[in-house]
């Protein structure tokens, strides 16, 4: 099993970037995927979530409005385009792949720096 982040990087305030999430090793089309996201000296925290299907998206009320998760289940990928990005949302963001409570797979995370 296989999640691998990409896409991170150092933007500007009020740029964009896109964060793909790649996996394998499992049927992607089973798990809802999640983006979570990791400041510096701060927990863990959850960002944005869709089903299986994609037929359904939520979001934290700190990036709704800006950020939108999609999925690709032909190409078993998930993606988070970020819009009007803040300093606030300089983090390290993961992907999770879950399906019940027995299967739970993490991605190693990418950077996302927003500086200018």
């Known amino acids: 099993v296989q999640l691998v982040e990409s896409g991170g990087g150092l933007v500007q305030p009020g740029g964009s970037l896109k964060l793909s999430c790649a996996a394998s090793?499992?049927?992607?089309?089973?798990?809802?995927m999640t983006w979570y996201r990791q400041a510096p000296g701060k927990e863990r925290e959850w960002v944005a979530a869709?089903?299986?299907?994609?037929?359904?998206?939520n979001y934290a009320d700190s990036v709704k409005g800006r950020f939108t998760i999609s999925r690709d289940n032909v190409q078993n990928t998930v993606y988070l385009r970020m819009n009007s990005l803040k300093p606030e949302d300089t983090a390290v963001y993961y992907c999770?792949?879950?399906?019940?409570?027995?299967?739970?797979?993490w991605g190693q995370g990418t950077q996302v720096t927003v500086s200018s």
């Open positions: 999770r792949a879950r399906k019940g409570y027995q299967y739970d797979y």
């Open positions: 090793g499992f049927t992607f089309s089973d798990y809802a």
């Open positions: 869709v089903s299986s299907a994609g037929g359904s998206t």
